[in-house]
């Protein structure tokens, strides 16, 4: 089997290949319709919105909308656009990214190679918040940050986001340490490592791949969190996602399609370069990670 | 034990303990604890048994959303299971550009709940959208009015959403798939048996676990579903796509009615938990007791 046939290349094309890459192609055309319709609807202008065919291509390519998404849309009596909410978005994003990932490496490590009775116990807990769902927890949560003088602010959505970003993150560490070699650890125990030391040491830096797909689920998370922001970021700190979603279901005045898909585009693009660049790291963070649902 | 030993690793997991015990455990305690009672604005402390619930079971809104719940979690479960497993299987086929297919099929589940909805918002839409164009293909029978069609405005939130999440199942089948015992296959076509019964009748029973993983994580994840219809629908026509999280959502912050937003998310969570016991009983207890005999 091993062994590479010498000769022509078979002939695979048979009819069923044939109809094979004509259902694949078929279901990716699928897919791929809303992101060109995306894409072309934020070329066009509105007349020609109004006129043509959604998936006709634009007949002279208009750049009015891409610019009003940025800077001018409106969300209510403000109309500044999704600027403001992208900058917000990496003011959470950055934080809560950062600070979740080393907290649930902490604990990733301290849960592999430090066990203590009990430690299970919380850890199975933390993985149970994983499934509540946020409705059960938003209001309760919002009495805490209120209590602690945090809510509504930058500090209190980071928090949130650490803490719900914690469950699935702990896990996925645990599980990348329980699968280092013990004797490595118990090496550096008898050269005299401590629990700090060893972690810096030792442990960090080992810890390259699983960060990477630590850091893409949350990133691609945090940024397309939506229920999160609108509750716990205040008004002056709304998400993206918020300010998108606040743009394009204003009451009154004539919808700009257009406008409102460059807008849909601008907010996706940071995930989707995300995904782009990333590939087998997003898929392993899905398979490692497959709990969030 | 004494206390102090391993003191490091108990300080390091202590935010984490804290945090299970006051958010993961302490919300719910606090919900349901106000469920009882008939805050409106701010929770009091006015115990009134269960007559929340009560009344929550007496709305019709309630009722809608519950049924409306049930049909999103049953189309959107089994729409992406049939289809991310149909992608796997055809993606396993040997085929071409297998990775640019996978990543086509994936790049939705990079993208917002937001941004899924207000793309399909506007392909769906009554008078510019997939059913204009068909018209103007001269195909003028073609109805697509979903979204403004209170019976099958639900079913327009399942497609946007199996369109989002059927790359992820398609990744865990294809992991699933990619384990298969070359031997099998070869055992299979020796006994003659057709590609496509090869699959259904053994192949799939074989992957089994990652379908219950799939099913539960899914599952999960459809008590939750909120931003997908804010964006796509708003919850309407009327009140026809509500679901349980938005009617909770509605009680807390714009109705100023605590008291029933506590109990329906009480009843959200039971759910949660009906959905999760008889997994993680199958999961941690059944096979951790057969693996040790």
Redesign the interface.
Known sequence: MSTIPKGPRPKHLTVGRIG??C??IM??L??????Y??II?SLKDMDE??AA???NLPKELSFYAWPKAWSQACTGFVCEGLKPGFVNSVKITVPSVIVSVA?SA??G???AF????G?YF??G??M??A???????????L??EDFLGIYSSLPGIILVHT?FG?PIL?LIFRNFYASLPIDLFKAARIDGG???KIFFYVIIPMSTPITIVAVILQV?GI?????LGL?FAGRDNQPM?VQ??NI??VDYGVAE?NV??SA?IL??LV??F???IS?RW??RG??AG??K? | ?PFY??I???I??L???V??????????I??FVYSLTNSKLV?VMNYVGFDQYERLFKQRKWDVAVENIFIYGFVFTIGCLIIGFL?AV??D?K?RGE?L?R?????????????TG??????L?PT???E??MH??GMTWFELDWLVNRDLAIYAVCIAAV?QGA??VM??ML?GLRGIDEDIWKSLSIEGVAKWKSYIFVILPMLRPMVV?AIV??A??V??V??LI??LT?GGPGYATTT??MY??EN??SRAN?GQ??AA??I??IS?VCI?APWAFYEFYLRNKYANN
């Open positions: 094979l890459y259902f694949i279901c990716a699928f897919f791929l319709m809303p992101l319709v995306m609807t919105i109004r065919n959604i998936l907290l902490l604990n490590y301290a849960l430090w066990r203590f009775r430690a919380f850890f807990l933390c149970f918040g499934f509540i769902p946020y409705q059960v927890m938003v209001y309760p949560l009495k805490i803490i914690m702990t401590n629990f700090i691609t940024w397309n969190d939506f229920l509750v996602t998108l979603n394009v279901q399609y409102d898909m849909t907010t996706s995930p989707l995300v995904y782009f590939g997003f898929v899905i398979a497959a709990i649902g | 034990m030993r391993n490091a690793a108990k390091a997991l935010p984490m303990i945090i299970s015990l006051t958010v993961f455990v302490g919300c719910i606090y919900s929770p992608l055809l993606i086929q085929i990775s297919f990543t086509i099929f994936l790049y939705p589940y990079a993208m917002s709940f937001v941004v207000l793309v399909w918002k506007w392909v839409n510019f959208g997939l204009n164009s103007m293909w369109w790359g992820f990744v865990l992991a993983t994580l899914i999960a994840g008590v939750k909120y931003d804010l964006a708003s349980p999280a909770v959502m807390f912050f605590l937003a506590f998310s009480i959200m969570f949660v999760l």
